[in-house]
């Protein structure tokens, strides 16, 4: 289904401001208010404008022609076609320079989100590298602890208060040692999310950039478009 935004010609020669996105079966439905009464150049031309709000720049282009056809008969004389031409190609330019900055931010928009997801990675690869080194760590401490006691045990030592002292000392060095690996890790990971969040803030605001970008080039270029009938007609 078809919708229309923006200024619509709801009948010939009358205007009324759309408050949303709307079907032509929604507007039979909608109590405007006061219809704005326009010239048949102006109900043309801001019938382009809704046109570019929604077809983008082949909308405009085509709203320029019906501009132009429009008013072919209303002003006459080379001077009155060149006004026309100049307005045109003045919406036309306008309209294309803030395409222009809407595809940059949308850029930077999907960068950010990119290196979002880069970092977010980074995390969880730093918490299963940790992981796995513990648990290295902790078959290498095994290893250990049972040379100890072979060894003390060989020496006919296991049951002296010496030899048990070694083995808790030893096994608290393991535990510390595997310990470390988690922090580590964890720090990591938690520097790689913080880093992820900074970019994942950058998205939403390119994302609010965005569209305030795209509310002022409709509203520019209907501005410009109001402005050139003075010109036109003066």
Same mark, same amino acid.
């Given at each position: 289904?078809?919708?229309?935004?923006?200024?619509?010609?709801?009948?010939?020669?009358?205007?009324?401001?759309?408050?949303?996105?709307?079907?032509?079966?929604?507007?039979?439905?909608?109590?405007?208010?006061?219809?704005?009464?326009?010239?048949?150049?102006?109900?043309?031309? /801001?019938?382009?404008?809704?046109? @570019?709000?929604? &077809?983008?720049? $082949? +909308? #405009?282009? =085509?709203? *320029?022609?019906?501009?132009?056809?429009?008013?072919?008969?209303?002003?006459?004389?080379?001077?009155?076609?060149?006004?026309?031409?100049?307005?045109?190609?003045?919406?036309?330019?306008?309209?294309?320079?803030?395409?222009?900055?809407?595809?940059?931010?949308?850029?930077?928009?999907?960068?950010?989100?990119?290196?979002?997801?880069?970092?977010?990675?980074?995390?969880?690869?730093?918490?299963?590298?940790?992981?796995?080194?513990?648990?290295?760590?902790?078959?290498?401490?095994?290893? /250990?602890?049972?040379?100890?006691? @072979?060894?003390? &045990?060989?020496? $006919? +030592? #296991?049951? =002296?208060? *010496?030899?048990?002292?070694?083995?808790?000392?030893?096994?608290?060095?393991?535990?510390?040692?595997?310990?470390?690996?988690?922090?580590?890790?964890?720090?990591?990971?938690?520097?790689?999310?913080?880093?992820?969040?900074?970019?994942?803030?950058?998205?939403?605001?390119?994302?609010?950039?965005?569209?305030?970008?795209?509310?002022?080039?409709?509203?520019?270029?209907?501005?410009?478009?109001?402005?050139?009938?003075?010109?036109?007609?003066?």
């Amino acid at each position: 289904m078809k919708l229309y935004s923006g200024y619509y010609e709801i009948c010939p020669g009358k205007v009324v401001l759309l408050p949303y996105p709307m079907s032509r079966m929604e507007m039979t439905r909608w109590r405007f208010g006061p219809l704005i009464a326009l010239p048949g150049l102006a109900a043309g031309a /801001v019938g382009g404008l809704g046109s @570019a709000a929604i &077809g983008g720049i $082949g +909308g #405009l282009a =085509s709203g *320029v022609g019906g501009l132009a056809s429009s008013v072919g008969g209303m002003v006459g004389g080379p001077s009155g076609i060149a006004k026309i031409g100049g307005t045109g190609m003045s919406l036309l330019g306008q309209f294309m320079g803030g395409q222009s900055k809407e595809a940059d931010i949308k850029n930077l928009q999907t960068i950010a989100d990119y290196n979002a997801r880069v970092y977010d990675m980074q995390a969880r690869t730093e918490r299963q590298k940790a992981l796995f080194e513990q648990k290295r760590q902790a078959k290498r401490g095994a290893r /250990v602890q049972s040379t100890l006691t @072979a060894q003390l &045990g060989a020496a $006919g +030592g #296991l049951g =002296s208060p *010496v030899a048990l002292d070694l083995a808790a000392e030893q096994a608290t060095e393991l535990e510390l040692e595997n310990l470390l690996l988690g922090y580590e890790g964890e720090i990591f990971a938690r520097r790689a999310e913080s880093q992820a969040g900074i970019y994942k803030l950058q998205s939403r605001i390119y994302k609010q950039q965005f569209e305030a970008q795209k509310k002022a080039n409709l509203f520019g270029v209907g501005k410009s478009l109001l402005s050139g009938f003075g010109n036109i007609f003066s």
